[in-house]
């Protein structure tokens, strides 16, 4: 994985237990589709999308663990132009599917 983003896995992971959160899956996916923002951190039920993602910072994790406990915070992805504007044809399975099984998520 680039960027890091095994490491933004595991502090997320981290995170997500010592709040105690539960029913909240963390899982690796390929293309999100903003290569210059990685690493990105997706929550799809909230069309949310953070960019930039620090492992090494409570505060970029705090962030993505905020949001998911409720709060917002992010890149909203259903009416961000550069998203809203993609007609998802070869990488219509973007963020479903997990590069180190080839299953999608």
């Known amino acids: 994985m680039s960027l890091d983003a095994e490491r933004v896995l595991e502090s997320l992971q981290a995170r997500i237990n010592e709040r105690g959160l539960t029913g909240v899956a963390v899982k690796r996916v390929g293309c999100l589709r903003l290569c210059a923002g ?28 905020d949001a998911l406990d409720g709060g917002d915070g992010g890149r909203q992805t259903a009416e961000d132009p550069f998203f809203s504007r993609q007609m998802r044809i070869v990488l219509a399975n973007s963020g479903l599917v997990d590069p180190e099984t080839w299953t999608t998520t």
Do not use: A, H, M
């Open 38 to 65: 990685g690493p990105l951190v997706e929550i799809p039920e909230k069309g949310q999308l953070f960019e930039n993602v620090d492992p090494t910072s409570p505060e970029s994790i705090d962030r993505v663990v």
